[in-house]
């Protein structure tokens, strides 16, 4: 059974930094592109990264570019998300997903974790 | 990138009663790579469509979904108690992948 755990949401002041982990099982991990949604407040659903199975490639929306940096340890089957600079538009529930379908920057999602809640606040 | 628009916004209905629900894309969506997921309050989206049409596994056959190029649908024949939701249209056609911004069903 396929499982995505993130953790290491919490509160945090505006330009202050975050790292989210997602540790992934049931599945070969090395072999999917991993994403991370998010889901604002009133708002609905937003994609924010990617990087692909290997690592060696890593996408951004253009709201977190230059200050959010995905990245992946195969090894220990994890996927991160470095969250700096953070602003009180970043104030999301962030999920990690995989699925099969489409290219690493834009794919259907089959597999969702349960989300944690990052609150930009001060 | 492609801007996805749903309507309506709320869709007021009582059990039973047939959903229709619609995702308009800014420009066509290559292949008709068109996603519906279903949300509900604390949890995670569930996929319930892909390929506009295709049903995810485990989805119920009340949820069907068609549509090509710029217009698509998603029809629930008859709702359920658990069918109350918010739901969203994907499209990852094109990078990067875009969420509309949702519609909620929820009792008349």
């Known amino acids: 059974e396929v499982q995505l755990l993130e953790s290491g949401g919490g509160l945090v002041q505006p330009g202050g930094s975050l790292r989210l982990s997602c540790a992934a099982s049931g599945f070969t991990f090395s072999n999917h592109a991993m994403s991370w949604v998010r889901r604002v407040p009133g708002k609905g659903l937003e994609w924010v990264s990617a990087?692909?199975?290997?690592?060696?490639?890593?996408y951004y929306a253009d709201s977190v570019k230059g200050r959010f940096t995905i990245s992946r340890d195969n090894s220990k089957n994890t996927l991160y998300l470095q969250m700096n600079s953070l602003r009180a538009e970043d104030t999301a529930v962030y999920f990690c997903?995989?699925?099969?379908?489409?290219?690493?920057?834009?794919?259907?999602?089959?597999?969702w974790g349960q989300g944690t809640l990052v609150t930009v606040s001060s | 990138e492609i801007v996805l628009t749903q309507s309506p916004g709320t869709l007021s209905l009582s059990p039973g009663e047939r959903a229709t629900l619609s995702c308009r894309a800014s420009q066509s969506v290559s292949s008709s790579y068109l996603a519906w997921y279903q949300q509900k309050p604390g949890q995670a989206p569930r996929l319930l469509i892909y390929?506009?049409?295709s049903r995810a596994t485990g989805i119920p056959d009340r949820f069907s979904g068609s549509g090509s190029g710029t217009d698509f649908t998603l029809t629930i024949s008859r709702l359920e108690p658990e069918d109350f939701a918010v739901y969203y249209c994907?499209?990852?056609?094109?990078?990067?992948?875009?969420f509309g911004p949702g519609t909620k069903v929820d009792f008349k």
């Open positions: 390929g506009a049409s």
């Open positions: 990087i692909s199975g290997s690592g060696a490639s890593t």
């Open positions: 997903a995989t699925g099969y379908r489409g290219t690493t920057s834009a794919m259907s999602f089959d597999y």
């Open positions: 994907q499209q990852y056609g094109n990078s990067p992948g875009t």
